[in-house]
């Protein structure tokens, strides 16, 4: 990976947008960062870093919140944009940092591009720029993840030199984040659940058949002879002693319940015979009871015979009359037909007598009309008339209406016309007014220039003392917090000291305590122990060691960063200092000249508001001037031609108004008006249409009339006809009905009425005869069945039958009980047989399987001799790689003095081997740890490592090009001959195709390349950026 072009918006301290064009370096690939402390050196890597994986380069600042300018604009979103290339493809990646503006509650501004340069056109390289997808991309782009990046890339202030110093556990992190071990890790942790839970299961299952133990103890009673009882009764027994007098208990309780079915069969037996002799003499009971009840229902019967017999004679006379209701029908079906015929007859002489009576009338009002003719005639005369001068009329009403219209037309001219003489005058008015207004304020504006001036001086110097009091006050607060924090970090230190101190008598008194005579000690190798160090109880664990130095160092951390900011303030306020007192103000008493300049800016200020409001109202009062002239010239020229029109439709209206009265003078008064002709001609055509439609109703109804008159004549004479042929219908009818009362044994019509009956009623009476009769045979036929059943036979005592049956019963329940809770107990028996055979079963399994898992954790977690994982094993293969590159390196850089090896020795206390590094002095031929080489070996090793593993991954990750590095510090720990083999060592690197930058305040390093990235802090506090090519 190549930077092209950094841009970075409202980053750290620069402020607004800051391009780093890499490209300004020509054919130059090494170059120095410099600048003072605190201007954003490190801020440049933390950007391309941030570019790439969305974080820091440095551990301490991982939250991309952090990364925001302090100095930024509310309205302005921290973004970094870089442009990169790897082997022959460009890309562009674009992070914006999202933040909460003022006024808002949420969040906005998040934003993520990454595009490819094709063909000169940007071309998107993923579908969607979510962040994820980004990440993923960018990876797959670089072959490199963060951690690796930042082990071989870009090595951060204090980053690199951790894999040369730090312990096996560190150093195995550092290994599995670059190269990618975590599965094996992980293999670990599943192999440490999956025993978890295969113990958790045998303690379980162990519990489990305890349970089933226990419940041995309460399930069986206890019996003489019971093997069972004898061994739970037993302090201790096992499983197999327990099966084995179960398998006793279970033999004992299969023939018990065999027995006592034998003996509940028997009682079911005899049970059941009894139940069925009391049955039988119940049922005969019944019969008997039965036999008396038909008896009595029989007897009952017998009392109702002449009631029934008396309804039977009803019935038949009923029923004869029944045939002879179709001759009554007929009868009253003639009487029926002779009285409507009569009311019809009424009817039609009522209605002819209507006709004569409207026959008369019509006569009567025919005669009136027919007089009216010579009335008619003069109407239509008078109509014509009328029409003859309609044409005349609407000429005449149009020639009005033109007339009224000019009237109009004048007299709109004339009210324009004063409107207009009106507005002059109060325009000119206004015109006056407005002079009066402008001369004065024209007068005061001429003296704001020289009072704005005076004022922005005064701004400028007041700001300057505010920004000058305020960083003196945050001068101060930081010095408070640095004081306060480093009594903190003296309380946390001497604590931890003390804790340590504690720690480490603890573990000598702990190897004293297993020492023994003639053993070696673990630390000196003697075997004779005159001393042995005091035991002590309260000894601290390794876990609230680590908690305290963990403190300890936060709290150094927050000491060092205030103390540095309380340094950088300081360097501020000085500059401020000078600033302010080259404005001839006395810091001593910087308040009381404060308050003095703002109560002068003030009273000039209310003064310049004063005249620019004025100066406002100028600007509106002249446009408001100009306006009025416009209007005055265009008003003027509307009342001329206003004027104009005046006369012309005045004279217009003279000459048409004359013409008009001549016309008018040839017409009659009530005729002049065409609506009032109109109304007339109406009127005379209404009164003619009356007088026709009167005339043509008479002549229709007297002729309607005459015929109505002869139709109800004819209808009468044929009515009469019809009435006397029915009533002869009638007599005929009536002989015949007498004739068949006579024969069916009627004497008369109402000895018939009274023998009729409803056919429903007469169905009813039918029905209760023949149910009579009915029951009669079925009584009598069922008592002569039951006499010949019963016939031989007597009642029987069912109490004592009945007493019998519940004894017997009750020996049953009582048997059937018994054989129930012997089979239960076998039931259970067998279960709990079952169950502890299985339990014991799971158990050896289980604990087999727990075995295996227990073995193969402890190999795979490196719980041996040598205290190596899995993991850690196949990292020794990478870190021997490491240091056989890096020794490359490291031979020129120290003469040929110092070689890397991994150290075989095993860590002290448990703690995990095999990672640590040692050191091999050629000159003494020692090996001794790397934390005793000096600060300038300690960095010249530690680049070298980080350069050998920038080689192996490049071969380990193929296709991987690692075409830049980046160096935060370390140089100023170097000597002269050493910075010297440094500077060669990056010039090589340079020259096979790599760009190097090197942040460095040292000034021989800085003089010895051909570029400086040059970082200036201003004095608003904020940073810009300048290249600067020898």
Not at 518 to 542: L, Q, Y
Request: hydrophobic share 35%.
């Amino acid at each position: 990976m190549k930077p092209i072009k950094l841009t970075m918006t409202a980053f750290g301290p620069y402020k607004h947008t800051e391009v780093v064009d890499f490209n300004q370096l020509e054919h130059h690939r090494l170059f120095v960062i410099s600048g003072s402390t605190g201007a954003g050196k490190t801020t440049i890597f933390d950007a391309i870093c941030f570019a790439l994986f969305g974080e820091a380069s440095g551990e301490e600042r991982h939250e991309a919140k952090m990364l925001r300018s302090h100095f930024a604009d509310d309205d302005v979103h921290t973004a970094v944009e870089l442009e990169f290339q790897i082997h022959s493809r460009k890309y562009r990646v674009l992070r914006q940092i999202p933040h909460v503006k003022e006024g808002n509650k949420t969040a906005t501004g998040e934003r993520y591009e990454l595009y490819e340069y094709k063909d000169g056109e940007e071309s998107p390289c993923v579908e969607r720029f979510k962040v994820t997808d980004v990440n993923q991309k960018i990876e797959a782009i670089l072959g490199l993840t963060k951690d690796q990046f930042s082990q071989i890339v870009m090595l951060p202030q204090g980053e690199f030199r951790k894999l040369l110093t730090s312990e096996t556990e560190n150093k195995e992190e550092i290994l599995r984040r670059i190269f990618k071990t975590h599965s094996y890790k992980q293999i670990a942790e599943k192999l440490r659940e999956k025993k978890k839970a295969i113990q958790t299961t045998f303690e379980a299952q162990v519990r489990e058949r305890e349970i089933y133990m226990n419940q041995l103890k309460g399930l069986l009673p206890e019996r003489d002879g019971s093997e069972l009882i004898a061994i739970l009764s037993e302090e201790h027994y096992n499983t197999h002693q327990v099966l084995t007098a179960l398998n006793s208990e279970i033999s004992f309780y299969e023939k018990e319940a065999a027995r006592q079915l034998e003996v509940l069969n028997e009682a079911d037996q005899a049970y059941h015979t009894a139940y069925e002799i009391y049955h039988t003499a119940k049922a005969i009971n019944d019969r008997f009871i039965l036999l008396d009840e038909k008896r009595k229902h029989q007897e009952e019967l017998l009392q109702k015979e002449d009631i029934i017999k008396e309804k039977e004679q009803n019935l038949k006379l009923a029923e004869l009359a029944a045939n002879l209701e179709i001759y009554e029908k007929s009868t009253n079906d003639a009487k029926n037909d002779v009285i409507a015929k009569e009311n019809i007859l009424t009817k039609a002489k009522a209605a002819k007598a209507h006709a004569e009576k409207a026959l008369h009338e019509a006569k009567a009002a025919y005669e009136i009309e027919e007089k009216k003719e010579e009335q008619r005639e003069q109407l239509a005369k008078e109509l014509n008339r009328l029409k003859e001068f309609l044409p005349i009329v609407e000429e005449l009403d149009k020639k009005q209406k033109s007339v009224r219209k000019l009237e109009r037309e004048r007299d709109k001219f004339f009210i324009q016309l004063n409107g207009l003489i009106k507005q002059l005058q109060d325009e000119q008015q206004q015109k006056i007014e407005l002079m009066n207004q402008i001369r004065p304020l024209e007068q005061s504006v001429e003296l704001l220039p020289e009072k704005t001036d005076t004022l922005t001086k005064l701004r400028e110097q007041s700001k300057g003392i505010t920004t000058y009091i305020n960083k003196r006050e945050e001068t101060k607060a930081a010095y408070n917090e640095a004081k306060a924090l480093f009594e903190t970090f003296n309380i946390t230190k001497s604590s931890f000291d003390f804790l340590e101190k504690r720690w480490i008598e603890g573990q000598a008194s702990f190897l004293a305590l297993h020492l023994e005579a003639g053993s070696p000690c673990p630390v000196c190798g003697s075997t004779e122990h005159p001393e042995k160090a005091a035991h002590h109880t309260d000894i601290p664990t390794k876990e609230e060691l680590d908690y305290k130095k963990q403190e300890k160092e936060e709290a150094e951390n927050l000491y060092i960063a205030a103390k540095s900011k309380y340094e950088t303030l300081k360097d501020q306020l000085q500059k401020l200092k000078e600033e302010v007192e080259n404005e001839n103000f006395n810091t001593d008493n910087i308040h009381e000249q404060y308050e003095n300049l703002v109560a002068r800016g003030k009273k000039l200020k209310k003064e310049v508001d004063q005249i620019q409001k004025g100066q406002e109202h100028l600007k509106k009062l002249k446009a408001v001037l100009e306006d009025l002239e416009k209007q005055l010239e265009q008003r003027t020229e509307q009342k001329a031609e206003t004027e104009q029109s005046y006369h012309d439709a005045k004279s217009t209206y003279t000459t048409e108004a004359a013409l008009l009265n001549q016309a008018v003078e040839k017409i009659p008064n009530e005729l002049q008006s065409l609506d009032k002709l109109h109304g007339k001609i109406q009127q005379v055509e209404q009164q003619q249409k009356n007088f026709e439609q009167k005339w043509k109703e008479a002549q229709e109804r007297y002729q309607k009339a005459s015929e109505t008159l002869l139709t109800m004549t004819a209808n009468e004479d044929h009515v009469v006809n019809d009435l006397t042929e029915i009533k002869r219908k009638l007599e005929q009818i009536k002989a015949v009905f007498s004739d068949q009362l006579q024969k069916v044994g009627f004497s008369n019509e109402q000895s018939y009425n009274d023998a009729k009956m409803e056919k429903s009623l007469r169905q009813t009476l039918k029905e209760e005869v023949d149910h009579y009769y009915k029951r009669m045979s079925t009584t009598a036929e069922f008592i002569k069945e039951l006499e010949n059943e019963l016939s031989g036979k007597e009642h029987r005592n069912l109490e004592q039958l009945q007493e019998t049956v519940t004894m017997l019963k009750e020996k049953v329940e009582e048997a059937k009980e018994a054989s129930q809770q012997t089979k239960h107990y076998y039931q259970e028996a067998e279960k709990l047989k079952q169950h502890l055979h299985d339990a014991g079963e799971s158990l050896k399994d289980i604990e087999k399987e727990l075995q295996v898992m227990d073995d193969l954790y402890n190999v795979v977690r490196g719980d041996n001799p040598k205290k190596i994982s899995f993991e850690r094993y196949l990292q020794i293969e990478f870190l021997e790689q490491i240091i056989l590159a890096a020794n490359e390196r490291l031979k020129q850089l120290s003469n040929g003095q110092y070689y890397l090896i991994r150290s075989t020795r095993r860590e002290k206390h448990g703690k995990q081997s095999g990672l640590g590094l040692d050191v091999y002095d050629a000159y003494t031929g020692q090996i001794r740890d790397v934390k005793s080489l000096s600060g300038g070996e300690k960095f010249n090793a530690s680049l070298c490592l980080a350069l050998g593993m920038a080689d192996v991954i490049q071969s380990f990750e193929g296709g991987i090009s690692i075409e830049t590095m980046f160096i935060d510090e370390g140089f100023g720990s170097l000597d002269e001959e050493s910075l010297h083999k440094a500077i060669d060592t990056l010039v090589e690197l340079q020259q096979s195709g790599r760009m190097i930058g090197v942040i460095s305040h040292v000034q021989e390093l800085k003089q010895a390349m051909p570029a400086i990235l040059d970082v200036q802090k201003t004095q608003e506090g904020y940073s810009r950026t300048r290249f600067i090519v020898k």
